[in-house]
């Protein structure tokens, strides 16, 4: 019974770097977001997706981008990494009008 | 405009005493209104939810909310608080497709 599952858990990466967090879910959901946590700031809705194919922007999208190409997968991309986007990024899923379900959460620092 | 306004960042309380931790939300239609809890370094879980119906919600480890439309409020509450309730506390407003999360409060609980 995976749920949502992140990878990488922890990722360093330096100033203008690109890479890909993962997120799969194997509950069949059609919602899928990204979110971001920041100390005092809660956590901000980076992209989420309603269905494959799907995408649009939450309140902190800039520097990110996304894909819903499955049901299962919505990767995260960052394309150049800056500092201000050292974060803990959250995946979740759910059905349409039900609760979410977290990911474990992928802790990254830029350097 | 959608929100969510925890007013308190920091709780103190002693174990065994009873807990209220406030939340205000700011929506135009009926909210479906959650509250999640998250442990030093995990992922969130899901206390408790309201959609409609019954305004007082009952939901895991003993706790409970009453939704208030007329003071638009949520808060949630425990009668006895133990150790391992120490955490960060979320209420979050779904929006249609994700979730709006207050800022969060930190529940401290002394011996």
């Known amino acids: 019974n995976a749920g949502v599952t992140q990878t990488p858990k922890f990722q360093v990466l330096k100033t203008g770097q690109s890479m890909t967090l993962q997120c799969a879910q194997d509950m069949n959901h059609e919602y899928m977001s990204w979110y971001r946590q920041d100390p005092g700031m809660g956590l901000r809705l980076i992209h989420y997706s309603v269905g494959a194919g799907i995408t649009d ?14 049901t299962e997968d919505f990767p995260l991309r960052l394309l150049s990494a800056a500092p201000s986007q050292t974060s803990v990024y959250f995946c979740a899923s759910s059905p349409m009008g039900q609760p979410q379900h977290f990911g474990d959460g992928t802790r990254l620092s830029i350097l | 405009a959608q929100s969510v306004t925890q007013p308190d960042i920091h709780i103190t309380v002693s174990e065994g005493a009873s807990l209220e931790l406030r939340c205000n939300y700011s929506y135009g239609a009926t909210p479906y209104l959650f509250w999640y809890v998250q442990s030093p370094g995990q992922g969130l879980q899901l206390l408790l939810k309201y959609f409609s119906g019954d305004t007082l919600v009952q939901g895991i480890k003993g706790f409970e909310a009453e939704f208030k439309r007329s003071q638009s409020s949520f808060n949630l509450r425990k009668p006895s608080v133990h150790w391992s309730d120490a955490a960060e506390y979320f209420c979050a407003l779904n929006s249609g497709y994700a979730l709006n999360f207050g800022k969060g409060t930190s529940l401290l609980v002394t011996p």
């Open chain 1, 57 to 70: 922007q939450g309140e902190v999208p800039n520097g990110y981008n996304v894909s819903r190409s499955t």
